[in-house]
């Protein structure tokens, strides 16, 4: 299934250049969100509202209704379905009974949070929609959103400060813009803002760091992460999906879907394999599995408990 480039798709946008139908899948809720209000500017008139169904919790009947009817005034109708991929297999067919005859004066966005290219539904709109991918970007490309954001707001926010803030919250755009929010909501000296010296961590950066072998890194990141309220099963949680990850690569096997990783760690993995053999790897778990063990049965502090671990699996110590 091939996607069209976003910026793409929104510059034919802006150039009132629209499809009677839109086939999102991903999860960035940004990228949704930003996709969504430039079609309504373009394509909806002041007093015309957007219908919103969600299929978790609206019935398809609802969607095949507004689909089949018609105003006798030409009214322009966008219609935003999410969770797409719930529709029955009736429906299925009903909304591509439809996508062969679409209404000129409707545009319908279908969202699915899930990108999978082996999705039959995904596959076959693909062929008859236009696909567009709304996943977490690499982390440069959420740099240059979040400088884009900063931008279309007039925030005065220098790049150093844009890097500080995608470097703490790099794991989606949303994250990232909402922080840049906070930012200007509060300012620069309040205290919800912390300094470089004072990063707030996410689990997903001891995972990477961890994944580089960078000791001292992972030790700054595992002991602010218990500093700011991650209890140590969360991060022993983490590390363990993270190595149980690699073993299953290292033995080709696709036996897990869900992996607990975000795609920033998921897209480094083979960087990992190459920084572990497959019986570092194995040691990674064992160590993991025991100090869990001691965790539950001993007073030994937190940190102390966590320093060992990041020590151990780095250095490959058994």
Request: hydrophobic fraction near 35%.
């Amino acid at each position: 299934m091939a996607t069209i480039n976003f910026k793409h798709i929104i510059n034919r946008i802006n150039s009132n250049e629209i499809d009677p139908i839109y086939s999102l899948f991903g999860n960035e809720a940004f990228l949704q969100r930003f996709f969504i209000n430039h079609i309504s500017a373009k394509f909806l008139s002041k007093d015309q509202s957007i219908i919103y169904i969600n299929l978790d919790d609206d019935r398809e009947s609802l969607l095949l209704s507004e689909l089949s009817s018609y105003s006798l005034f030409a009214e322009k109708r966008l219609i935003i379905v999410r969770r797409i991929k719930k529709l029955s297999k009736n429906g299925k067919k009903e909304l591509f009974d439809y996508i062969k005859s679409p209404n000129n004066n409707y545009c319908v966005i279908l969202i699915s949070e899930t990108y999978d290219f082996k999705n039959s539904l995904q596959k076959e709109l693909g062929k008859v929609s236009t696909c567009i991918d709304v996943r977490v970007p690499f982390d440069n490309k959420i740099r240059e959103w979040a400088t884009y954001y900063i931008k279309t707001k007039k925030y005065d926010i220098n790049s150093e400060i844009i890097n500080d803030l995608v470097d703490k919250y790099g794991d989606s755009i949303s994250h990232v813009v909402n922080e840049i929010e906070n930012l200007y909501l509060f300012g620069l000296d309040s205290p919800g803002y912390h300094k470089k010296s004072e990063k707030i961590y996410s689990l997903w950066q001891l995972q990477d760091a961890i994944g580089k072998k960078d000791i001292s890194t992972s030790l700054v990141i595992g002991n602010s992460l218990l500093d700011n309220g991650i209890s140590l099963v969360q991060v022993i949680t983490g590390l363990s999906n993270l190595f149980f990850q690699l073993l299953y690569k290292d033995n080709n096997s696709n036996t897990f879907k869900y992996t607990g990783l975000n795609k920033i760690i998921t897209n480094n993995l083979n960087y990992y394999n190459k920084k572990y053999s497959v019986a570092e790897v194995e040691n990674a778990i064992l160590v993991l599995r025991n100090y869990d063990i001691i965790f539950k049965s001993s007073s030994i502090k937190d940190s102390t408990i966590l320093n060992i671990i990041i020590t151990k699996i780095c250095s490959g110590i058994n």
